[in-house]
């Protein structure tokens, strides 16, 4: 101890900064040896040196570094008279000049055995604790704190506990020598020479890195027996924390050894194979395997799984055929981002930036994709969501993804699905199968070098399935957010995070996604665009693009609005701008030929120039029409290209009561037309129909255009009005539409489509559009602009829409009663005949 405490002396003695000024008071102790003060009474006024986180011990010695100014006027005035101070521990570590309220009441009386003058005017002092003191009124405190104190002794009984204690603590001291190195072996003999058990406990507890708390807890403790025992107590849980670092010291230091070791082996074989000439491309194959694995910071279970093929590797002889299975496998292994991700850009208004400078519109996507930044920003350790875009073709889906991933700057991949109807195909083959690859998902990871990309699964509605399996149930892990973060593909079976990954699928129609899989993505719909959304397109995006693409100049190649409206109106019919595009690049190469050909420098394309340009009109619009004719009546469809009307026609002819349904029309469609003329039927007395008319006559129901599919119920309330309409001799209104599910009561049922629908009646000039009630809340979801020409008349019965679409008296049902009477008797004329026959339209 002495001589631990000497070297410490020695430490503080050579300050930097210029000589120091030493003074030693009394005789200097020899090595071992604790120098007694020869004066043991205690002074009525002692000065009180407070000492922050640190506790001193009776019958020990301690440095000390004192460098505030009140504290070095204490320790002069204390060696200009008998060198004692009181040295107390602080309470309140906030307070830079402590009071007498900020230390405590127990401390220790000391002498100063010798001090050190530094050239900054601090001290370095080294004291000699004597004895427990207590505070019993501080009378002084300033310039610093001076008190009357009283001696604590020692309680001490000896008995054979306090024996065993000795021996015990003396014991486990012993052992924490031999593991902190930081304490010298003296020590321990030094402990066993000290019979005095208080003065072995402040030896001890001196020594040890103890918290200031619980070294002033052992001071202040006077009983002998149970300070023993509570530094016996911190002393054990020292040792426990000592030896499980050595043990963690031991593990590590093994493995280290074993590493190097095998580091060494390695190299002495490298070192003999080129000595002897043995070296050869398997072995550097295995070397290059070996050093790509130690750099790709593998997962524990990857790494493992990886240096198992390895070992197996470097057995084989590059002849076997398992040679090139393992090789490639390890190749796979090494490439994927296992642990590699891209860093988010979570600057929200950076993104909208970038989503409104590549789309138009679609405000409910881009405010999905801000919602995610956002959370994103919040937590960071948020999954990315499952999106599904929803929307006929040509809408820009995919490029919003490519929009998304600019926007959130991370790498962007895509797959298409669409006719896949193998599962091996998103999962991968098992390598027992020759030529096994991993499926789609991993090779698009790998290809991505990044483990969060954004994921875009192309076309997910037209997957299939057949004997060799399901895709759509094998993708139902890889977009089920509580399944996906241990994907495994079965050429690697190894579990792959793709937790990551934000996901979007699209899809043109939401029917043939099954239900499973449909309930793991958050569907957005994406509908078509008007007139004036595909005119904005065209001139912020479309018409720039392709005169890059064709190598003209901002300002050489001009369309008229009016030319850009031809095209969408006579050139193009889809939801989307895709051929709209395409119509404006023949525009574009058209005037580029121009360019080169005649040098011309600039031109304006108006309507004349156009059909130069695109030839004659290729589409007609199906517009409103006279329906001066009972039984035609105008409905309103839904197409994968967008909304559309169509003419449902109905006549009756003499016969058998036989009803005739023609123009493609699907199952349900055909059911829909036999339920409107249930109850057609049911209703027609209040229409004037004569007794026997439906039995007597065949009725005749035709949609054009009949090379064209349809199917669905929504053309119900149509139907019945063009059946009410032939019955009751009374034409449709030429400005109303309508769409609509019909049951047999007449009750109209909600459809879907709507905003394409009431797109295609302002687009025909409709005025009036009946739809369900039910469909109100889609309405109130579509542009102001769209719909402020367009009178909606929401009805819950089918007999609102024959009270307010059925004109009256015209010109068309005068003697109508006349003509059902003969009809109803059978005896209509060959020229009656032929005024009811059916007149079609191709739409």
């Given at each position: 101890m002495s001589e631990n405490e000497t070297q410490e002396t020695r430490?503080?003695?050579?300050?930097?900064?210029?000589?120091?000024?030493?003074?030693?008071?009394?005789?200097?102790?020899?090595?071992?040896?604790?120098?007694?003060?020869?004066?043991?009474?205690?002074?009525?006024?002692?000065?009180?040196?407070?000492?922050?986180?640190?506790?001193?011990?009776p019958e020990t010695m301690m440095p000390l570094a004192v460098g505030q100014p009140r504290s070095v006027k204490l320790v002069d005035d204390a060696l200009a008279k008998d060198k004692l101070v009181g040295l107390v521990t602080v309470t309140n570590e906030e307070v830079d000049l402590p009071g007498p309220d900020d230390v405590a009441g127990v401390g220790t009386l000391a002498v100063v055995q010798k001090m050190i003058k530094a050239p900054d005017g601090s001290l370095r002092i080294v004291v000699q604790g004597l004895r427990r003191i207590a505070i019993d009124q501080f009378t002084i405190e300033d310039p610093y704190l001076v008190a009357a104190v009283h001696d604590v002794p020692d309680i001490i009984e000896e008995t054979k506990e306090i024996e065993a204690l000795q021996r015990n603590l003396v014991a486990v001291y012993v052992r924490i020598i031999e593991l902190v190195p930081y304490l010298p072996d003296e020590l321990e003999m030094a402990a066993a020479n000290i019979e005095d058990p208080a003065t072995l406990g402040y030896f001890i507890a001196s020594t040890m890195r103890l918290k200031t708390g619980e070294k002033q807890e052992l001071l202040e403790q006077v009983n002998v027996a149970k300070r023993l025992r509570r530094l016996t107590e911190l002393m054990n849980r020292e040792l426990e924390v000592l030896e499980l670092g050595s043990k963690i010291q031991d593990q590590v230091q093994s493995e280290m050894e074993k590493t190097q070791r095998e580091y060494f082996l390695r190299q002495q074989l490298k070192a003999i194979q080129e000595e002897l000439g043995e070296t050869d491309e398997t072995q550097a194959e295995v070397n290059e395997l070996r050093k790509r694995l130690d750099e790709a910071n593998l997962p524990e279970e990857v790494d493992k799984q990886a240096r198992r093929e390895l070992d197996r590797l470097a057995k084989l002889p590059s002849a076997a055929a398992e040679y090139g299975v393992i090789r490639t496998y390890l190749d796979w292994i090494v490439e994927l981002p296992w642990n590699k991700s891209t860093e988010d850009n979570l600057d929200i208004a950076h993104a909208r930036e970038v989503l409104d400078h590549d789309h138009y519109d679609l405000e409910d996507v881009k405010d999905r994709i801000l919602e995610f930044l956002a959370v994103q920003k919040l937590k960071a350790t948020l999954g990315g969501p499952i999106l599904c875009f929803v929307g006929p073709p040509g809408v820009g889906k995919t490029s919003l993804g490519q929009s998304i991933a600019r926007s959130l700057g991370r790498k962007f991949i895509r797959i298409s699905v669409g006719g896949v109807r193998d599962e091996a195909e998103i999962r991968g083959h098992r390598r027992t199968y020759i030529g096994a690859m991993p499926g789609t998902i991993m090779r698009a990871i790998r290809d991505a070098?990044?483990?969060?990309?954004?994921?875009?699964?192309?076309?997910?509605?037209?997957?299939?399935?057949?004997?060799?399996?399901?895709?759509?149930?094998?993708?139902?892990?890889?977009?089920?957010?509580?399944?996906?973060?241990?994907?495994?593909?079965?050429?690697?079976?190894?579990?792959?995070?793709?937790?990551?990954?934000?996901?979007?699928?699209?899809?043109?129609?939401?029917?043939?996604?099954?239900?499973?899989?449909?309930?793991?993505?958050?569907?957005?719909?994406?509908?078509?665009?008007?007139?004036?959304?595909?005119?904005?397109?065209?001139?912020?995006?479309?018409?720039?693009?392709?005169?890059?693409?064709?190598?003209?100049?901002?300002?050489?190649?001009?369309?008229?609005?009016?030319?850009?409206?031809?095209?969408?109106?006579?050139?193009?019919?889809?939801?989307?701008?895709?051929?709209?595009?395409?119509?404006?690049?023949?525009?574009?190469?058209?005037?580029?030929?121009?360019?080169?050909?005649?040098?011309?420098?600039?031109?304006?394309?108006?309507?004349?120039?156009?059909?130069?340009?695109?030839?004659?009109?290729?589409?007609?619009?199906?517009?409103?029409?006279?329906?001066?004719?009972?039984?035609?009546?105008?409905?309103?469809?839904?197409?994968?290209?967008?909304?559309?009307?169509?003419?449902?026609?109905?006549?009756?002819?003499?016969?058998?009561?036989?009803?005739?349904?023609?123009?493609?029309?699907?199952?349900?469609?055909?059911?829909?037309?036999?339920?409107?003329?249930?109850?057609?039927?049911?209703?027609?007395?209040?229409?004037?129909?004569?007794?026997?008319?439906?039995?007597?006559?065949?009725?005749?129901?035709?949609?054009?255009?009949?090379?064209?599919?349809?199917?669905?119920?929504?053309?119900?309330?149509?139907?019945?009005t063009a059946l009410a309409s032939m019955v009751s001799r009374r034409p449709v209104n030429a400005e109303v539409a309508m769409t609509g599910e019909v049951t047999l009561t007449g009750q109209v049922l909600p459809v879907g489509g709507i905003k394409e629908k009431v797109i295609a009646a302002r687009q025909a000039e409709i005025k009036k559009v009946f739809l369900p009630d039910r469909n109100e809340p889609d309405v109130a979801e579509i542009k102001e602009d769209i719909i402020k020409d367009v009178e909606f008349v929401y009805v819950d019965h089918v007999s609102k829409v024959l009270e307010q679409a059925l004109e009256e008296g015209t010109v068309a049902d005068a003697g109508g009663a006349a003509e059902a009477a003969k009809e109803a008797e059978g005896t209509a004329t060959a020229d009656e005949q032929a005024a009811h026959g059916v007149t079609g339209k191709t739409s």
């Open positions: 430490t503080l003695s050579a300050a930097p900064g210029g000589p120091e000024e030493t003074v030693t008071i009394g005789p200097s102790a020899r090595a071992g040896e604790i120098p007694r003060e020869e004066s043991n009474a205690t002074p009525p006024a002692l000065p009180i040196l407070p000492l922050k986180d640190t506790v001193v011990f070098e990044s483990n969060n990309p954004v994921f875009m699964i192309d076309e997910i509605d037209k997957m299939g399935a057949d004997w060799r399996g399901d895709p759509s149930s094998a993708m139902l892990e890889v977009l089920d957010p509580e399944q996906h973060n241990t994907f495994r593909d079965h050429y690697l079976d190894l579990p792959f995070d793709l937790s990551k990954v934000l996901f979007i699928t699209t899809a043109n129609v939401l029917d043939t996604i099954p239900s499973p899989l449909r309930d793991r993505m958050e569907i957005i719909h994406m509908a078509g665009y008007t007139e004036e959304d595909k005119v904005h397109i065209a001139r912020q995006y479309l018409i720039p693009r392709q005169l890059e693409r064709h190598g003209l100049e901002e300002g050489q190649l001009e369309i008229t609005d009016a030319s850009l409206r031809a095209i969408i109106q006579g050139y193009t019919r889809e939801a989307g701008v895709r051929n709209l595009e395409r119509e404006i690049g023949t525009v574009a190469r058209k005037f580029a030929r121009m360019v080169a050909e005649e040098n011309k420098e600039q031109l304006v394309v108006d309507l004349d120039q156009l059909r130069e340009f695109l030839g004659k009109q290729k589409l007609f619009r199906e517009m409103k029409r006279r329906t001066s004719e009972p039984g035609v009546s105008t409905g309103l469809a839904w197409t994968p290209a967008g909304g559309d009307i169509l003419f449902i026609e109905a006549r009756s002819m003499p016969g058998t009561g036989k009803l005739t349904l023609t123009g493609q029309l699907g199952d349900v469609m055909k059911e829909s037309a036999q339920a409107a003329l249930t109850y057609v039927r049911s209703v027609a007395g209040t229409m004037g129909v004569a007794e026997g008319f439906f039995r007597k006559h065949d009725i005749h129901v035709h949609v054009p255009a009949g090379a064209v599919p349809k199917d669905g119920p929504s053309a119900g309330v149509a139907m019945t």
